[in-house]
């Protein structure tokens, strides 16, 4: 009976530890592609002069976009 006991509460233990590592793994990818957003975003603001002082006015929703996106976290 204990030894039941036992491999039912191991079993318990595993299956709550994979689940956490498998969300950590989640988590971990999600940042990344959230980093990656960042840096294109911020690639294609620089790159398509988005400064306010030398923005284009038919850049201006596009460099609005680039800009909210830079300032995610």
Do not use: S
């Not at 079993?11 to 994979?18: I, N, R, S």
């Not at 284009?56 to 800009?67: D, I, N, R």
């Amino acid at each position: 009976f204990a030894v039941c006991v036992g491999l039912l509460i191991y079993g318990a233990v595993v299956v709550v530890w994979t689940i956490q590592h498998d969300l950590r793994i989640k988590q971990f990818e999600f940042q990344q592609e959230i980093t990656h957003q960042i840096h294109e975003c911020t690639h294609q603001y620089l790159k398509n002069r988005c400064d306010p002082e030398t923005r284009v006015p038919a850049m201006e929703l596009q460099c609005l976009e680039w800009q909210r996106c830079m300032q995610k976290d």
